[in-house]
């Protein structure tokens, strides 16, 4: 039997009660209104990045970059023990005799030893070990490439570096002319004809678009635009001619070692050649910690180095450009006088659009309140001056150039038969016209829109770690423990961070290429802070006014 049709309930109303329900409707809205309208409109913001008014914007970034660096660090040794594990587990499973019990000790081993070889590294000065791996560079080279910086080229080269290659045996020195596109062309031509009369030198430029290890890197503002003259590698066929020319000489492969001091662009150099982002590279000083073997072609393998030790026995100027604890070492204001002290003050006061100074302090001044780095009241910040000047003049963007010595005389450590040895293997006639070619190429600054500079000439360095000074117990008790608080905020964060994209796979625990936490960094930190407020205020004033 069928059950009865249940009829559905009708939805029909009188109008005096539909009606009633649309004004409360309308009163809702309107209520909900005037409470978003005394609130203001609340949008997601996006991360507004560091401003380019903020100071110390190269520090920030630097220490952010240092971050992604250790916790990419922590991800590949996370990565290496899991990947321990499991090849344990698999030789368990291939011989069930085996006892899991007989594995825990061997674990325990294994921890104890890696213990103590971090206690080790951690106990040994990292200046040793730039000496040790320098040393290996040198050794294992047939052809080492000194890269010099073509704003000071006489400053960045290292007597007692090229000397312990001389005593090397039968190698070859030649002399790259990098950031050469920073400099006038009448300059760099200047120095080209001084540095070839002692050594075979080459223009370049390294190229700063490079593939990621296979990836390429995409920019969206560049895809119907021409590339600019950054990102345009100059002298790279120059470079790999001189280079094949001496392995058909010399009949079999060749290992070319790069050397130099830091931040005059080793990795860029390695990178260009290869086409390929395979050496780190940064902004800071000191990247590059040990040698990196990077195979080019069958014939040609590159090695690359750490930098090399500044000796503190050199001029305040020469530490400041040259050495990247030197800022942390020497006082900011003392340094970047050092700097100013040989440079052209007219071109300075056009180059930095400040008034004219009497003497260094009041140019930190007047730069103080051109850039706007205040202190709390209102005071100008002298110190924090000065270590922007000292980051824009160790950087890669500031133009400045010295003229080379009037007379040409020979190295202490060189003589004719040795110049000779050097050029010998090296096709050097099609290394002037590819020279030429480059200088061509090159689109460098006015005479006049540089910054002239005074050489402080030869930079000394250390090579035996006997020579390094030993540090003072309370600064070594210093570095471990912000080396040790920096480990623990490190692996709180791993697991947050893991997806994030490093910028450079380098180690970092480097304790002399961190920069030093100071008033200044924290007076950056605050202003950025400030800056954050009075934007949301001017929004929500826009809303108010809007709604």
Excluded at 311 to 318: C, H, I, Y
Excluded at 324 to 340: D, F, G, N, Q
Excluded at 389 to 404: I, K, R, V
């Amino acid at each position: 039997m069928k059950r009865p049709k249940l009829k559905k309930a009708s939805k029909r109303m009188t109008c005096h009660k539909r009606y009633k329900i649309q004004k409360k409707v309308r009163e809702h809205h309107r209520k909900l209104r005037k409470e978003a309208k005394k609130q203001g409109r609340k949008k997601p913001r996006k991360d507004p990045g560091v401003p380019n008014s903020a100071p110390f914007k190269e520090a920030l970034l630097r220490e952010a970059e240092l971050r992604k660096q250790r916790l990419e660090e922590l991800k590949q040794q996370q990565k290496l023990d899991r990947q321990k594990e499991q090849e344990k587990k698999r030789k368990l499973e291939t011989n069930p005799g085996v006892k899991a019990s007989n594995l825990e000790p061997v674990n325990e081993e294994f921890g104890q030893r890696k213990a103590k070889n971090k206690a080790k590294a951690g106990k040994q000065n990292p200046k040793k070990l730039y000496c040790q791996e320098l040393k290996k560079v040198i050794e294992a080279s047939d052809v080492v490439l000194e890269v010099l910086d073509a704003r000071d080229p006489l400053g960045c080269r290292c007597p007692q570096v090229e000397e312990a290659i001389v005593q090397g045996g039968q190698k070859k020195l030649v002399l790259v002319l990098n950031k050469s596109d920073l400099v006038p062309k009448e300059n760099l031509e200047n120095w080209l004809n001084y540095l070839k009369k002692e050594l075979p030198t080459v223009v370049f430029r390294a190229s700063t678009n490079l593939k990621d290890k296979g990836k390429i890197i995409k920019h969206l503002k560049l895809k119907k635009r021409a590339p600019f003259k950054n990102e345009v590698c100059v002298g790279k066929e120059g470079l790999w001619k001189l280079l094949r020319s001496f392995q058909e000489t010399y009949g079999k492969a060749i290992r070319v070692g790069v050397i130099g001091f830091p931040n005059v662009g080793k990795s860029s150099i390695i990178n260009s050649l290869k086409q390929e982002r395979i050496c780190n590279v940064g902004v800071s000083m000191g990247l590059t910690r040990c040698m990196q073997v990077v195979t080019l072609d069958k014939q040609i393998t590159v090695i690359d180095s750490p930098s090399c030790i500044v000796s503190p026995l050199n001029s305040a100027s020469t530490l400041a450009l040259r050495s990247p604890a030197s800022i942390e070492m020497v006082k900011p204001v003392e340094a970047a006088s050092a700097i100013l002290s040989q440079a052209d003050a007219r071109q300075v006061v056009l180059k930095f659009t400040v008034p004219d100074f009497k003497n260094h302090l009041e140019f930190f001044t007047l730069l103080a309140q051109r850039r706007g780095l205040h202190q709390k009241g209102g005071s100008p910040n002298v110190e924090g001056a000065a270590k922007l000047m000292w980051s824009e003049w160790t950087g890669a963007s500031l133009g400045y150039y010295c003229h080379p010595p009037t007379s040409w005389t020979p190295s202490p450590h060189f003589n004719e038969g040795i110049m000779t040895d050097m050029k010998q293997g090296f096709n050097l006639e099609e290394l002037e016209k590819n020279n030429a070619h480059s200088i061509h190429s090159i689109r460098g600054p006015r005479s006049a829109r540089s910054i002239l500079f005074q050489s402080s000439g030869l930079t000394n360095g250390i090579i035996e770690e006997k020579d390094i000074p030993e540090e003072l117990p309370r600064q070594k008790q210093q570095e471990e423990e912000e080396d040790h608080n920096d480990l623990d905020s490190d692996q709180e964060s791993v697991d947050e961070e893991a997806d994030e994209e490093s910028l450079a796979m380098v180690p970092a625990e480097e304790t002399w290429a961190l920069p030093e936490e100071s008033q200044a960094d924290e007076s950056a930190q605050s202003y950025i802070s400030d800056k954050m407020t009075e934007e949301e205020d001017d929004a929500y004033d826009f809303s108010t006014d809007y709604v």
